[in-house]
């Protein structure tokens, strides 16, 4: 375009032309407004400093419709406006529920670079603090020009949530200035992250300041978990629906610290004298007692869907009991895999990965005696190492192969991996899911082995 439709240096006027292009794919709306030029086919070739990059539909959208070049400047891509633009592919799953596909990556960082800064003057404020979000349907079979767009609109993370921003940023610094940027994970923060991603990603070693050991180059992202909540939260505010989520962070204290202080008047309480503090039935019939009990003193609603924090984090929420060993009898699982949905998932943009990268927050009830009743021990937070998240990979891809190729009786057993496996979940037999074969095959999870958690989490505490 020769003459472009917006003023580059109005927040509102972009972001108003952006929404042109809601419910309609970007040509349509090229050609509406008489500036059509064609469409470009996926492969084509944009040059980004010199070099030549794939396509992507993020630099369709910048040059195609927006009218600007694509380029790696480290100012925001309207800068008059200090406004980033950033595009983030959809899914529809199974159940017709819309879904962001993957997390956003933000910007690339180098850690001698990252070292130097801080966050108030940092290059990831400067670029991101106001970010113009495209979300738009992803199809493999179409264009660029031809995907349609479903929600534009503006979106600012320090004032939606500069606490857990600034705290995150400041994670993966200190891990940096402390020579331990080989030890960055995603499981480190909440809502930003330092993401690993690309076709290089293997081959993209730096060296890093105070230390001798090479590391993974890294990108900021919003992760998964917070750019869907992004989408919903944006949804709700353009269809003028009330927001139910309450907010427990404060301006005064870390998560975990506000987790832990909402526990605190029932650690060393048991399930029955909480009950009685909380002026609740105490069912001792109920199996799921404890997890319930721990819920409702972290304010959960029955679909634990109401909490801000452990929505926008996808924070992981597990109670354990533990014996007078020290040790528990049981694994840990997860969401049944659906699988219709994991043969289309790439590792790191998949339901598993998302969720043993993600915060733990672990109740652990513990009994001194066998025939006592467990009583609230413990409040931790929890992460799985990285070096361990290979484990996990190997059980996704098995699981992944042999959805599909049909088989659906050979899965991974609690024998074949020292951290994972999959086994059913489902309330009988007759519990069954849809498969990419058309056939209906019984529910089953992922599960974390009861002999890494006793590793991992339960024999530090313990001493075992």
Same mark, same amino acid.
């Given at each position: 375009?020769?003459?472009?439709?917006?003023?580059?240096?109005?927040?509102?006027?972009?972001?108003?032309?952006?929404?042109?292009?809601?419910?309609?794919?970007?040509?349509?709306?090229?050609?509406?407004?008489?500036?059509?030029?064609?469409?470009?086919?996926?492969?084509?070739?944009?040059?980004?400093?010199?070099?030549?990059?794939?396509?992507?539909?993020?630099?369709?959208?910048?040059?195609?419709?927006?009218?600007?070049?694509?380029?790696?400047?480290?100012?925001?891509?309207?800068?008059?406006?200090?406004?980033e633009l950033k595009s983030s592919p959809l899914k529809t799953l199974s159940n017709f529920e819309v879904k962001v596909k993957e997390r956003l990556v933000l910007n690339h960082f180098t850690f001698n670079d990252l070292?130097?800064?801080?966050?108030?003057?940092?290059?990831?404020?400067?670029?991101?603090?106001?970010?113009?979000?495209?979300?738009?349907?992803?199809?493999?079979?179409?264009?660029?020009?031809?995907?349609?767009?479903?929600?534009?609109?503006?979106?600012?993370?320090?004032?939606?949530? +500069?606490?857990? #921003?600034?705290?995150?940023?400041? !994670?993966?610094?200190? $891990? /940096?200035?402390?020579?331990? *940027?080989?030890? &960055?994970?995603?499981?480190?923060?909440?809502?930003?992250?330092?993401?690993?991603?690309?076709?290089?990603?293997?081959?993209?070693?730096?060296?890093?300041?105070?230390?001798?050991?090479?590391?993974?180059?890294?990108?900021?992202?919003?992760?998964?978990?917070?750019?869907?909540?992004?989408?919903?939260?944006?949804?709700?505010?353009?269809?003028?629906?009330?927001?139910? +989520?309450?907010? #427990?962070?404060?301006?005064?204290? !870390?998560?975990?610290? $506000? /987790?832990?202080?909402?526990? *605190?008047?029932? &650690?060393?309480?048991?399930?029955?004298?909480?009950?009685?503090?909380?002026?609740?039935?105490?069912?001792?019939?109920?199996?799921?007692?404890?997890?319930?009990?721990?819920?409702?003193?972290?304010?959960?609603?029955?679909?634990?869907?109401?909490?801000?924090?452990?929505?926008?984090?996808?924070?992981?929420?597990?109670?354990?009991?533990?014996?007078?060993?020290?040790?528990?009898?049981?694994?840990?699982?997860?969401?049944?895999?659906?699988?219709?949905?994991?043969?289309?998932?790439e590792w790191e943009d998949s339901y598993f990965y998302n969720a043993i990268t993600s915060k733990f927050i672990i109740v652990l009830f513990k009994r001194d005696k066998i025939q006592e009743e467990y009583y609230l021990?413990?409040?931790?937070?929890?992460?799985?190492?990285?070096?361990?998240?290979?484990?996990?990979?190997?059980?996704?891809?098995?699981?992944?192969?042999?959805?599909?190729?049909?088989?659906?009786?050979?899965?991974?057993?609690?024998?074949?991996?020292?951290?994972?496996?999959?086994?059913?979940?489902?309330?009988?037999?007759?519990?069954?899911?849809?498969?990419?074969?058309?056939?209906?095959?019984?529910?089953?999870?992922?599960?974390?082995?009861?002999?890494?958690?006793?590793?991992?989490?339960?024999?530090?505490?313990?001493?075992?």
């Amino acid at each position: 375009m020769s003459d472009l439709l917006y003023n580059e240096e109005s927040i509102p006027s972009i972001v108003k032309y952006a929404q042109r292009l809601e419910n309609k794919t970007i040509d349509e709306v090229n050609f509406e407004q008489s500036s059509y030029k064609g469409v470009a086919s996926p492969t084509k070739d944009y040059v980004v400093e010199g070099k030549k990059t794939k396509g992507s539909f993020g630099q369709y959208l910048e040059t195609e419709y927006f009218g600007k070049e694509a380029d790696n400047k480290s100012q925001p891509d309207f800068p008059a406006a200090k406004l980033e633009l950033k595009s983030s592919p959809l899914k529809t799953l199974s159940n017709f529920e819309v879904k962001v596909k993957e997390r956003l990556v933000l910007n690339h960082f180098t850690f001698n670079d990252l070292d130097k800064e801080v966050f108030d003057t940092s290059h990831f404020r400067l670029k991101n603090e106001n970010l113009l979000l495209v979300f738009y349907h992803y199809n493999k079979d179409r264009d660029y020009g031809k995907m349609k767009v479903q929600l534009a609109d503006l979106w600012q993370c320090l004032k939606e949530d +500069e606490v857990q #921003i600034r705290a995150d940023w400041q !994670t993966i610094y200190n $891990k /940096v200035h402390d020579g331990k *940027a080989h030890e &960055i994970s995603e499981g480190d923060t909440l809502y930003l992250g330092a993401c690993t991603k690309g076709a290089t990603k293997d081959t993209n070693w730096q060296v890093q300041p105070h230390s001798y050991i090479k590391a993974q180059g890294r990108a900021f992202c919003f992760k998964l978990g917070y750019i869907n909540h992004i989408y919903q939260i944006l949804i709700q505010r353009k269809e003028h629906r009330q927001i139910l +989520e309450t907010r #427990i962070l404060s301006e005064n204290e !870390t998560f975990i610290e $506000k /987790v832990n202080s909402i526990f *605190a008047p029932y &650690i060393g309480k048991s399930a029955e004298e909480i009950c009685k503090m909380r002026n609740e039935n105490f069912n001792p019939a109920d199996r799921s007692r404890y997890a319930n009990i721990s819920r409702r003193i972290m304010g959960f609603n029955k679909n634990l869907t109401n909490l801000y924090e452990f929505n926008a984090a996808d924070i992981q929420f597990k109670t354990i009991r533990v014996e007078p060993n020290g040790k528990c009898k049981e694994s840990m699982s997860f969401k049944n895999v659906n699988y219709c949905e994991i043969v289309e998932e790439e590792w790191e943009d998949s339901y598993f990965y998302n969720a043993i990268t993600s915060k733990f927050i672990i109740v652990l009830f513990k009994r001194d005696k066998i025939q006592e009743e467990y009583y609230l021990d413990k409040v931790i937070d929890w992460q799985v190492p990285v070096k361990d998240y290979h484990f996990f990979e190997g059980v996704w891809t098995d699981t992944k192969n042999k959805v599909a190729a049909g088989d659906y009786e050979h899965f991974m057993k609690i024998s074949d991996n020292p951290a994972s496996h999959i086994r059913p979940k489902g309330k009988n037999n007759d519990d069954l899911m849809y498969t990419p074969q058309g056939t209906m095959e019984k529910k089953k999870c992922f599960w974390i082995n009861q002999s890494y958690i006793q590793e991992k989490i339960l024999n530090p505490i313990y001493k075992i």
